[in-house]
């Protein structure tokens, strides 16, 4: 998450657009995703997009963290009941 930070930052500094940073932070964090769990995290440039917004809106990234992580257990809850690891 620290990547957004810094971006938003080098971004400011050679005076690029919101546009311009809202594409590359979106690019990297796809990017990001996809050495690791390959093109199916391509959906994630919805998620991307979002945490762009907050970070814009908020310039606080503990938010952007926040919602991150609240995403990652939702998904974690979600793969765990289709593996039937909770039987509530």
């Not at 440039?45 to 926040?66: E, H, K, R, S």
């Amino acid at each position: 998450m620290n990547f957004r930070y810094n971006l938003y930052f080098i971004c400011v500094m050679f005076k690029l657009s919101i546009w311009q940073y809202l594409v590359l932070s979106i690019l990297t964090f796809t990017f990001s995703h996809i050495i690791y769990q390959g093109t199916t995290s391509t959906k994630k440039i919805i998620f991307a997009t979002i945490q762009c917004f907050i970070f814009i809106y908020t310039q606080n990234l503990f938010f952007v963290i926040g919602t991150h992580i609240l995403f990652n257990v939702l998904v974690y809850f979600d793969k765990a009941n289709r593996n039937g690891r909770f039987d509530f």
